[in-house]
Protein backbone atom coordinates (compact mmCIF):
# COMPACT_ATOMS: atom_id res chain seq x y z
CA UNK A 1 0.00 0.00 0.00
CA UNK A 2 1.09 3.79 -1.21
CA UNK A 3 1.09 6.78 1.32
CA UNK A 4 -0.34 9.45 0.18
CA UNK A 5 2.95 11.71 0.88
CA UNK A 6 5.69 12.30 3.05
CA UNK A 7 5.58 14.63 5.93
CA UNK A 8 9.28 15.52 6.91
CA UNK A 9 9.91 16.93 10.48
CA UNK A 10 12.85 18.15 11.87
CA UNK A 11 13.79 19.16 15.38
CA UNK A 12 17.11 21.67 15.12
CA UNK A 13 19.56 22.74 18.33
CA UNK A 14 22.40 24.74 18.96
CA UNK A 15 21.30 27.16 16.21
CA UNK A 16 22.89 30.07 14.75
CA UNK A 17 20.82 32.89 16.84
CA UNK A 18 21.02 35.92 15.07
CA UNK A 19 19.74 33.37 11.96
CA UNK A 20 16.30 32.23 14.52
CA UNK A 21 15.55 36.20 14.83
CA UNK A 22 15.76 37.02 11.36
CA UNK A 23 12.09 37.37 9.99
CA UNK A 24 13.25 38.15 6.48
CA UNK A 25 15.26 34.94 6.05
CA UNK A 26 12.55 32.53 7.38
CA UNK A 27 10.39 34.40 4.88
CA UNK A 28 12.91 33.85 1.73
CA UNK A 29 13.41 30.23 2.86
CA UNK A 30 9.54 29.74 2.56
CA UNK A 31 9.37 31.74 -0.46
CA UNK A 32 12.42 29.65 -2.03
CA UNK A 33 12.21 26.36 -0.69
CA UNK A 34 9.38 24.80 -2.62
CA UNK A 35 11.01 25.31 -6.05
CA UNK A 36 13.77 24.02 -4.71
CA UNK A 37 11.89 20.70 -3.93
CA UNK A 38 9.95 20.78 -6.71
CA UNK A 39 6.62 21.75 -5.58
CA UNK A 40 4.52 24.20 -6.58
CA UNK A 41 3.99 27.53 -4.39
CA UNK A 42 0.07 28.53 -4.11
CA UNK A 43 0.31 31.77 -2.51
CA UNK A 44 3.36 33.96 -0.96
CA UNK A 45 4.73 33.32 2.95
CA UNK A 46 2.91 34.14 5.87
CA UNK A 47 5.23 34.96 8.42
CA UNK A 48 5.25 36.82 11.63
CA UNK A 49 7.22 37.97 15.09
CA UNK A 50 5.70 36.72 18.06
CA UNK A 51 6.54 36.78 21.60
CA UNK A 52 6.20 33.41 23.88
CA UNK A 53 4.71 33.50 27.19
CA UNK A 54 8.20 33.22 29.34
CA UNK A 55 10.06 34.52 26.93
CA UNK A 56 12.12 38.11 26.24
CA UNK A 57 13.16 37.80 22.58
CA UNK A 58 10.87 36.90 19.74
CA UNK A 59 10.45 33.63 17.78
CA UNK A 60 9.47 33.63 14.22
CA UNK A 61 7.09 31.92 12.90
CA UNK A 62 6.22 31.17 9.15
CA UNK A 63 3.91 29.00 6.31
CA UNK A 64 3.56 28.61 3.12
CA UNK A 65 0.83 27.23 1.11
CA UNK A 66 2.01 24.59 -1.84
CA UNK A 67 -0.36 22.58 -4.22
CA UNK A 68 1.14 19.50 -2.33
CA UNK A 69 0.47 21.04 0.98
CA UNK A 70 2.51 22.73 3.28
CA UNK A 71 5.46 23.80 4.68
CA UNK A 72 6.29 25.65 8.40
CA UNK A 73 8.81 26.52 10.40
CA UNK A 74 8.38 27.72 14.17
CA UNK A 75 11.93 29.24 15.82
CA UNK A 76 12.83 29.75 19.28
CA UNK A 77 16.18 32.03 19.79
CA UNK A 78 16.27 31.87 23.47
CA UNK A 79 16.59 27.98 22.95
CA UNK A 80 19.07 27.47 20.04
CA UNK A 81 16.21 25.59 18.66
CA UNK A 82 13.19 25.28 15.45
CA UNK A 83 11.02 23.09 14.56
CA UNK A 84 10.58 22.20 10.71
CA UNK A 85 7.51 20.88 8.77
CA UNK A 86 7.45 19.53 4.85
CA UNK A 87 4.39 17.71 4.19
CA UNK A 88 3.88 17.19 0.31
CA UNK A 89 1.51 14.77 -1.57
CA UNK A 90 4.28 14.66 -4.15
CA UNK A 91 7.80 12.61 -3.24
CA UNK A 92 10.60 15.17 -3.01
CA UNK A 93 14.24 14.60 -1.86
CA UNK A 94 14.00 14.69 1.63
CA UNK A 95 17.76 14.35 2.66
CA UNK A 96 18.11 17.82 0.49
CA UNK A 97 15.39 19.30 2.21
CA UNK A 98 17.38 18.96 5.65
CA UNK A 99 20.16 19.82 4.30
CA UNK A 100 18.89 22.78 3.21
CA UNK A 101 16.76 23.67 6.39
CA UNK A 102 19.98 22.56 8.72
CA UNK A 103 22.49 24.36 6.86
CA UNK A 104 20.14 27.71 6.61
CA UNK A 105 19.63 28.09 10.02
CA UNK A 106 23.64 26.76 11.29
CA UNK A 107 22.06 23.83 13.30
CA UNK A 108 24.64 21.84 15.10
CA UNK A 109 22.08 18.90 15.70
CA UNK A 110 18.70 18.02 14.29
CA UNK A 111 16.52 14.98 14.51
CA UNK A 112 14.56 14.01 11.02
CA UNK A 113 11.34 12.25 10.94
CA UNK A 114 9.60 11.25 7.94
CA UNK A 115 5.59 9.92 8.60
CA UNK A 116 4.08 8.24 5.64
CA UNK A 117 0.64 9.78 5.51
CA UNK A 118 -2.60 8.62 4.22
CA UNK A 119 -1.90 5.13 3.72
CA UNK A 120 -5.79 4.44 3.68
CA UNK A 121 -6.47 7.69 1.83
CA UNK A 122 -8.73 6.60 -1.54
CA UNK A 123 -7.29 6.41 -4.59
CA UNK A 124 -10.67 6.84 -6.69
CA UNK A 125 -8.47 9.37 -9.17
CA UNK A 126 -4.80 7.79 -8.96
CA UNK A 127 -4.00 10.30 -11.89
CA UNK A 128 -4.35 13.35 -9.60
CA UNK A 129 -1.70 11.64 -7.06
CA UNK A 130 1.77 13.09 -7.64
CA UNK A 131 4.08 10.29 -8.11
CA UNK A 132 6.82 9.58 -5.49
CA UNK A 133 10.49 10.17 -6.86
CA UNK A 134 12.55 7.46 -6.86
CA UNK A 135 14.51 8.59 -3.39
CA UNK A 136 11.09 8.05 -1.38
CA UNK A 137 9.83 5.35 -2.89
CA UNK A 138 13.58 3.54 -0.87
CA UNK A 139 12.46 5.68 2.28
Not at 16 to 45: C, E, F, H, W
Not at 112 to 123: A, E, M, Q, T
Not at 126 to 138: D, G, N, S, V
Amino acid sequence: MREFGQHLTIDASSCNRKRLVQQSLVYDILNDLPKKLGMTKMALPHVVKWLDTGATVPGISGFVMIAESHISIHTFPEKDYVFIDVFSCKGFDVDNAVKLLVNAFGAKKHTKNVIKRGLDFPRSHPEHIYPPTEQALTQ
